[in-house]
């Protein structure tokens, strides 16, 4: 009923804007940063608008389940087992990472663990221009592609298409990032044009707009032929106009997540699985608006069978952004890959000074009548031997992650002395809230690392010491500071100890 009572309030403030649009001068000159709106003259047909907020599951009538893959075929593909929907009425992708392990599903591109698949729907009927619009929450995770478009390959060549794509930033500032967002419209492959839009550029505003930011956003396109012209838009906000290549042929509305065979265009699927999430999907036709009618054929054997289709509801979705925090798939100190690396580090400056401090007391005590010039020259010697001698073990001897090393004696990790584990999670934007829980005993430090980037430098850290003699329960809380990309979760003893840790939970607000 909720959900009902939204879709008549934004009709009636759609009805509003098409009013006021209608008695705008010039609304063909519509740009990036105005409000959306129609163009003058439009004739909106509201009669045989399609709206589809997933109450009660996904429409067998309406849709198609995707069951292929595309490009290259290195990932695999979309697959029915990914769809599904909650008792809310809210439409769940799943999206399994590189880092995926469970093999619950199996993927029908190269890829046949489950890894690098995704969910898709494909509208069974042909839409033409018009007004498209989506309220989703996008798959938080770098690698994943969530999309929302129109597609018609016309079999001689042409391949009409209007897109939305996230993350975006790969054009527009060489870092791929969730504060942009990817809008293409094609006739062909070669013949195209591609915006990568900065949101909050856009939009004027003075704060960081991440798109992956746990919410619902709207994001949408006007389709017209006369003017051609497409207006891409976020939350009512035009983001960009294209007055080329525009689509001329009827098409089939799709709408997912998928993983790119080129993790140059949305980056490396670091992850292990996160979900999409769409409230509700809208076509609106326009009635005077020229279009070459063409049906885009679907092969059976691309789709899913109708007992394929999701039956039940899920439970909402709660995605702990640590990949194998339990690490049950890392059972020993050669297999890394699955999210977790090992690392040698260098001293921290405490243990530096407290090194330094130990060798100085030995050394006044051996030689009690040099002068403190001598001392300091012997001290600086033997810590560069101590460092030498500390810096040659490797990482393989100080990280042990093995079964009986966790809570209960389940699988675990144990770090000595100088080793760390670290995973990365991208994604992390200014703002976002933080809170990772973890069990662990011994004595050594948890931190959270916010980096830019690449982790080309560390803006801030959040660190909590540990001194335990039985497993216990911990949490670090941190709010991420401006400039952030991603953060490095770091899991380190002190020197000279250990540290046991298992069953890491992070979640991202």
Request: net charge negative; proline share 3%; glycine share 10%.
């Amino acid at each position: 009923m909720i959900k009902k009572l939204a879709l008549l309030i934004a009709l009636v403030l759609l009805c509003c804007v098409a009013l006021v649009g209608c008695n705008v001068n010039g609304s063909a000159e519509i740009k990036a940063g105005d409000t959306i709106r129609f163009l003058d003259g439009v004739d909106v047909d509201y009669d045989n608008m399609f709206f589809d907020d997933f109450t009660g599951g996904v429409d067998y009538d309406s849709w198609y389940i995707g069951k292929q893959a595309w490009g290259a075929n290195e990932n695999g593909g979309v697959i029915p087992e990914n769809v599904n929907y909650t008792d809310e009425g809210v439409l769940v992708f799943s999206g399994n990472g590189g880092y995926y392990t469970s093999a619950d599903v199996q993927g029908v591109g190269a890829r046949k663990d489950g890894s690098l698949t995704g969910g898709a729907l494909i509208s069974k009927f042909v839409t033409g221009p018009g007004r498209y619009q989506v309220k989703m929450k996008v798959l938080p995770r770098l690698g994943a592609c969530s999309a929302f478009w129109t597609y018609c390959d016309d079999t001689k060549g042409g391949n009409h298409e209007i897109d939305i794509e996230l993350p975006g930033g790969k054009d527009h500032s060489s870092v791929i990032s969730f504060e942009n967002v990817l809008n293409t419209n094609y006739i062909t492959v070669e013949m195209n044009e591609s915006q990568d839009v900065n949101v909050s550029s856009v939009t004027g505003s003075d704060k960081t707009i991440a798109l992956n930011d746990g919410e619902f956003h709207t994001f949408g396109f006007d389709w017209y032929t006369d003017p051609e012209m497409v207006v891409y838009y976020v939350d009512g906000v035009v983001t960009a106009v294209s007055r080329i290549f525009v689509p001329y042929m009827t098409a089939r509305l799709w709408l997912g997540v998928w993983f790119p065979n080129n993790t140059g265009f949305v980056g490396d699927a670091n992850f292990e699985s996160d979900v999409m999430e769409v409230d509700y999907v809208q076509y609106i036709p326009f009635l005077n608006q020229p279009c070459q009618t063409f049906t885009p054929v679907i092969s059976n054997s691309q789709v899913a069978d109708k007992d394929e289709y999701p039956s039940a509801p899920v439970s909402t979705a709660v995605v702990n952004k640590i990949s194998n925090g339990n690490f049950e798939y890392v059972l020993n100190h050669e297999a890394e890959g699955y999210g977790w690396n090992l690392d040698a580090r260098y001293l921290f400056a405490a243990e530096t000074a407290a090194l330094r401090e130990e060798i100085r007391k030995q050394v006044s005590e051996e030689n009690p009548n040099l002068s403190s010039q001598e001392v300091n020259k012997i001290v600086a010697e033997r810590y560069r031997e101590r460092e030498r001698e500390i810096l040659s073990v490797s990482a393989r001897e100080m990280c042990f992650i093995e079964n009986g090393l966790g809570y209960r004696d389940s699988c675990g990790a144990r770090i000595s002395d100088l080793g760390l584990l670290r995973q990365v999670i991208d994604g992390v934007y200014a703002d976002f809230n933080l809170d990772l829980r973890f069990r662990c005993k011994g004595k050594g430090k948890i931190i959270l690392q916010f980096e830019t980037e690449g982790g080309l430098s560390v803006i801030e850290e959040a660190v909590l010491d540990v001194n335990d003699n039985e497993y216990t329960l911990r949490s670090l809380k941190a709010t991420a500071p401006v400039g952030t990309r991603q953060v490095t979760v770091i899991v380190t003893s002190v020197y000279g100890g250990e540290l046991f840790a298992d069953e890491f939970v992070l979640n991202i607000n």
